[in-house]
Structures are given as structure tokens and as C-alpha cells.
């Protein structure tokens, strides 16, 4: 058999072509099957989409106020049609630029489902015994129409949008995070479900746009995963924003385009987003599975991390893997939360973002920073900030470390920036 490699890897995404990239590094020969297209769900249907189209929402909104920058915009309007075309040419682009890279790294690409089975297995059918079992052996996949020889199988598929037997997309008025992305008509009003990372971005999205939009959340507070401070932070921002929200609440039914909730409130959209997480795809128990698809957390950078552990033996924290919900102000948090910590057995500091001169310069007051210790060591950051996102990977930095906060102290942090903020916070 010609096809044979030492690593095959099914599923094209962050943690796939990162496993590629990390094994060829390695000198390995590898093969990477992937059904549609890659760059999986991050870059396809997912974060890269989301913040191009969210660049566009936050661009239209600062233009709405430009007048108290001084400068006078007249006229602006939407053309959501070519913000949808430039997200589409951005994800094209950097899917090229992923192809080109796979190739020049000497990964075969296989674009076909892909279905496993054991070498072992095989041969046992074709003999009609009964195998013995084995721990690890090699593997056939068949992708195209082609049989490919692997030593060693990665999974990587990913996950998928979540809907329940009584909550169903028909990709028509109640849309996945996929449908989403193919809008080129921006809604009147929009009912979103669930206030994870997708729900909260596209309630941004939508709000900039000028949709009336309204959050349903089961749990008491948006953004349920943050600290409970973060929560109630973004809850009052969303609702200076006129974003309304219901609470504490569920959806008993959608019929002839209503959404009935457990409340006894009806509402009538022009279109729902169903945004309550993602289903992992796995196709076989027996392989290691990375990234989403292994049900851990379900962060590209979380997959990424995942794949140079098992190629390269690089280890990390998983208990370190900062969070970050984009738009303005951007939402980041590592490590712990104050609601699941014991009172008195940490320190808690705090700094509002209005005491940074930056921020006034930004025009982009609004958030804080919280800063959770114990023993002189930081135990969980959490930031609702412009550069939240930069912010909070210099926290992740110390804590990975272990430095202590007097160490962080002798830091010269520059002026005027968001990051002296952190060094402000440490002497709280």
C-alpha cells in the first residue's frame, strides 16, 4: 500500500493542523483528513467570522458618537451585505494562507469524511475470526475513495451547534451560530438564547446594528461561567445598551414564530439565535481525541495547547486557560472565581478602568479589573476592559510562573496603558 504514514489526523481545525504542523516538525509523515474545510469552526465559523463582523458593529457604533470626539459624521448607514462579503474574503484569505502552509510543511490533505477502523479489524473480517484485542495498533482509514496505512490516529473533529428535542433549528427563524454567519440582511429584532461567549457577541453585534435585541438566559445571570462580579457588570451595560433580558428563564416552545418562555412571556422576533454551546463530535472511543471534540473546554488556543502536548511533550495547566468574550468592553478571566472560593481564605483587589488616564483617551471607560490572591500569589484575574484580551495573558504569564505579586510589583509597566492598571490593582 502506498498510503502510509506515521500520524493520520481526522479533523482539519486548530487542534488537527496544529498536531500536523508539531508532527512534521518531528519528522513525521503525516496525513490530515478533513470533510469541509480547513481551519474547522474557529476560522470558518467561528472566531475569526464572529470578530470580523463584530470589528464592523463596533466601527458603525463609535461613528454614531463620533461627535463627541469632534468630528461630525452625516448619512451613516449599513450595508450589512458587504460586512458579511469582507468577513468572507478575511476567512478566505487566512484559509489560503493555512492551505499554503500545510503544504509547504509536507502534510498531505485529504478533503473527504473520513471512516476509521483497526488494521487488526480488518484483516480479522476478511479472515471471518474473531480478533484478539490490542491496546494500540495501526490503523486504514478510508477518505475518498482511497485506503490510507496510519501508525497513529489523532481525532480531531471538532463540535457542532447544540439544539434540544424540543428546541430544533430549522436553520430558517431559529438559526444556529452557523446560519448566523450567512445573514446578508440584518434582522428588526432578534431573540438570542443563551449568554455564553456567542450569545454575548452577537447581542454586541446586533445592538451596534440598531436590532432590538433580547437574552434569554436559564441561569440567574448573564454570562453565567464568569465571576459573579463580571456578570453583573456586563448585565449593566447591556442594559444601558436597551438590551433587554430575561433571567432565570427558559423557552417552553417556538410555534407559528413565537417563543414562549417558562415565564409566561411570549415574544414575537423577526428571528431567534439559539446559542446554548456546542455538541462534541466524536467518531471513534479508541483514538485520542483532541481539541473540542474530546469535551473538555472548548477554546481554539485551549485545542491548540492540546496538540503540542501530545506531539511535542509540552505540558501546560489546564487549569490556566484564559477565557476571553469579545467586543466592547472585551471580558477576560484565568484561574479562579470569588463565588467559588471560601470567604477569608483570599485577598480580593480592585480597580475601576475610569482611574486610567488611557481609558479617558480611548473614550472607553467602562469595566474593571479584579485581582484574587492568596499567600502573596495570584489565584484568579478577571477584567472587563478595553485590551481585556492582552491584559489577562499577562496575568496567565505570572500565575503559570508562579511569581509572587511582590516580584510583579518591580515591574516598570509603561504609561499611559491599560497594563499599568494590573500593576495599580497589586497594591490594592
Not at 184 to 208: C, N, Q
Not at 402 to 421: M, Q, R, W
Amino acid at each position: 500500500m502506498e498510503n502510509k504514514f506515521d500520524l493520520g489526523i481526522i479533523g482539519g481545525g486548530p487542534a488537527g493542523y496544529t498536531a500536523a504542523f508539531q508532527a512534521r516538525m518531528k519528522g513525521l509523515s503525516v496525513v490530515l483528513f478533513e470533510k469541509d474545510k480547513v481551519g474547522g469552526v474557529c476560522l470558518n465559523k467561528g472566531c475569526i467570522p464572529t470578530k470580523a463582523i463584530l470589528h464592523s458593529a463596533e466601527f458603525y457604533e463609535e461613528m454614531k458618537c463620533s461627535d463627541g470626539l469632534g468630528i461630525t459624521c452625516s448619512d451613516i448607514s449599513v450595508d450589512y451585505a458587504k460586512v458579511v462579503e469582507r468577513k468572507d474574503k478575511i476567512v478566505e484569505k487566512l484559509r489560503k494562507s493555512l492551505e499554503l502552509s500545510l503544504k509547504n510543511a509536507g502534510v498531505v490533505v485529504v478533503n473527504a469524511e473520513a471512516t476509521l477502523s483497526r488494521i487488526s479489524d480488518f484483516r480479522a473480517a476478511q479472515a471471518e475470526i474473531q480478533p484478539s484485542p490490542i491496546a494500540r495498533g495501526e490503523y486504514l482509514v478510508q477518505a475518498g475513495g482511497e485506503i490510507y496505512e496510519c501508525k497513529k490516529i489523532i481525532m480531531a473533529t471538532g463540535s457542532a451547534p447544540r439544539d434540544f428535542e424540543n428546541l430544533r433549528f430549522d436553520h430558517e427563524f431559529v438559526l444556529s451560530s452557523d446560519d448566523i454567519l450567512n445573514l446578508t440582511k440584518l434582522p428588526e429584532s432578534i431573540v438570542i438564547i443563551g449568554s455564553g461567549a456567542i450569545g454575548i457577541e452577537w447581542a454586541r453585534i446586533f445592538s451596534a446594528f440598531d436590532v432590538d435585541v433580547t437574552i434569554v438566559e436559564m441561569a440567574e445571570h448573564l454570562l453565567p461561567l464568569a465571576d459573579i462580579e463580571v456578570s453583573k457588570r456586563v448585565e449593566r451595560i447591556f442594559k444601558a445598551k436597551r438590551i433587554k433580558t430575561y433571567l432565570s428563564n427558559g423557552v417552553e416552545k417556538i410555534e407559528n414564530k413565537k417563543v414562549y418562555l417558562s415565564s409566561g412571556d411570549i415574544l414575537e422576533p423577526e428571528l431567534v439565535l439559539l446559542a446554548a454551546g456546542r455538541v462534541p463530535q466524536k467518531i471513534s472511543d479508541s483514538v485520542i481525541s483532541i481539541g473540542d471534540s474530546c469535551g473538555k473546554i472548548q477554546l481554539a488556543h485551549f485545542a491548540i495547547k492540546q496538540a503540542v502536548a501530545e506531539i511535542a511533550g509540552v505540558e501546560f495547566d489546564e487549569n490556566l486557560v484564559p477565557s476571553v468574550v469579545y467586543g466592547c468592553p472585551e471580558i477576560a478571566w484565568v484561574g479562579k472565581r470569588e463565588q467559588d472560593l471560601e470567604e477569608g481564605t483570599y485577598k480580593k483587589s480592585n480597580l475601576l478602568i475610569s482611574s486610567l488616564g488611557k481609558s479617558h483617551c480611548d473614550n472607553c471607560t467602562e469595566g474593571f479589573m479584579k485581582i484574587l490572591s492568596r499567600d502573596g500569589k495570584i489565584i484568579g484575574a478577571h477584567i472587563v476592559s478595553k485590551e481585556a484580551s492582552a491584559l489577562i495573558q499577562e496575568v496567565t504569564i505570572a500565575m503559570q510562573n508562579n511569581i509572587a505579586i511582590d516580584d510583579l510589583k518591580k515591574v516598570c509597566f509603561a504609561h499611559p496603558t491599560y497594563s499599568e492598571g494590573i500593576f495599580e490593582c497589586l497594591f490594592k
